[in-house]
């Protein structure tokens, strides 16, 4: 049966490989740096950049994603050939702060030189906004082309409860930056790179489900919340806001997957109905199966072959598959699918079925894609 999510939680001791919690963020991206040649590092703003981005942004389209930390490999692990062409990290959990944005896209822009623009791309989550929208009006008041595409893509808030405030966002815009880049690469413009990014968030949505919650590393050993005995949460956030409800006992995994595929298809629900399946005709979905932390590949590929069925069973084909720890909270125990409606055969619009495929399938330069 279900249960209603618990304000009060038991706590138990978790620990953190980390020195000092205010250097981790440094650390972590410049053991990246170290072992990647084409990643380059500002430790000043935390800014994860092309080593090639002084001669691509001449003459391309350059995109930038951030988040708070925590998050790993979101987006550092996404920067470079025919994927970002930089990332910013805030703290843990925690945006980037406004001059940090505003430094990417000075690096982004060649300086006394027309550009072709930069793409900036987060989850739907307010400081992230208000932080890049500070940042974005200093920008455009000093002359730099930026446009900017916030993505809410978690299907557990529902149309009543986002409000205007809209769905968080967890990894449907790492789908999306997926083509979006690949398309920045091979030389498109702004208007077409945001119109594609902004095209894909409206087809696509996750659900997530979490074992436990999640530590900040604010110390080596520090506490977190538990939930239940024989419980899980369905829909909990990447920050462990509250998800749609606790389930207890278990379901088997058949059952659980039953249901979260349901929350991302069903489009007759007016609440969630965010992915605009059509009636009564068959339809193709790229599928990523998101770690949440510590899942493991072989739990994911299990969950895979069980969604794959699913979708199946509706008449839904997944045409592609990745998974791995893409979007991740911490070490936190859980997994996601997020579903993204490819384009009708024939669809007359921003991106052709046949112009999909082939930029997902591109190859790319990064430390963490899994291809």
């Known amino acids: 049966m279900a249960a209603e999510t618990q304000t009060k939680q038991a706590t138990k001791e978790t620990f953190h490989f980390i020195n000092d919690p205010a250097d981790a963020i440094n650390e972590a991206a410049i053991g990246l740096t170290e072992h990647n040649p084409n990643l380059s590092y500002s430790p000043t703003h935390k800014i994860v950049y092309r080593s090639d981005l002084d001669t691509f942004r001449t003459d391309h389209v350059t995109t930038i994603g951030f988040a708070g930390g925590g998050h790993e490999p979101m987006f550092s692990g996404f920067v470079g050939r025919s994927f ?31 550009s072709k623009g930069t793409l900036i791309v987060c989850g739907n989550y307010t400081g992230d906004i208000l932080n890049a929208g500070l ?41 999306g930056l997926k083509i979006a880049c690949a398309l920045a690469d091979e030389g498109e413009s702004l208007e077409r790179v945001g119109d594609v990014m902004e095209y894909i968030a409206a087809n696509s949505g996750t659900i997530a489900v979490a074992f436990d919650r999640v530590a900040l590393p604010n110390n080596i050993i520090t506490e977190i919340q538990t939930l239940p005995p024989a419980t899980i949460e369905l829909g909990l956030g990447c920050h462990g806001e509250p998800g749609l409800r606790q389930i207890s006992p278990v379901p088997s995994p058949e059952a659980l997957t039953k249901e979260m595929v349901k929350l991302l298809t069903d489009t007759s629900d007016p609440d969630r109905g965010f992915i605009p399946f059509p009636n009564h005709s068959k339809s193709e979905v790229v599928l ?49 699918f997020t579903v993204w409606r490819l384009p009708e055969v024939g669809e007359n619009g921003v991106l052709s079925r046949e112009e999909a495929l082939k930029y997902w399938d591109m190859k790319v330069e990064t430390a963490a894609w899994r291809q």
Do not use: W
């Open 288 to 336: 990523l199966v998101n770690s949440s932390g510590s899942t493991s590949d072989e739990v994911l590929a299990r969950f895979s072959e069980l969604a794959i069925a699913e979708l199946e069973s509706q008449e839904i084909t997944v045409r592609r598959l990745t998974l791995g720890p893409m979007v991740t909270s911490l070490k936190q125990s859980g997994f996601g």
């Open 84 to 114: 970002l062409s930089c990332s910013v990290s805030g703290n843990i959990f925690a945006s980037p702060t406004a001059a940090q944005i505003f430094s990417a896209i000075q690096l982004c822009q060649p300086p006394n030189t027309p």
């Open 135 to 175: 940042a974005i009006t200093r920008a455009s008041a000093a002359g730099y082309k930026v446009r900017f595409i916030p993505i809410g893509d978690d299907v557990a808030v529902g149309k009543k409860k986002g409000g205007k405030v809209g769905r968080r966002g967890l990894s449907g815009h790492v789908v």
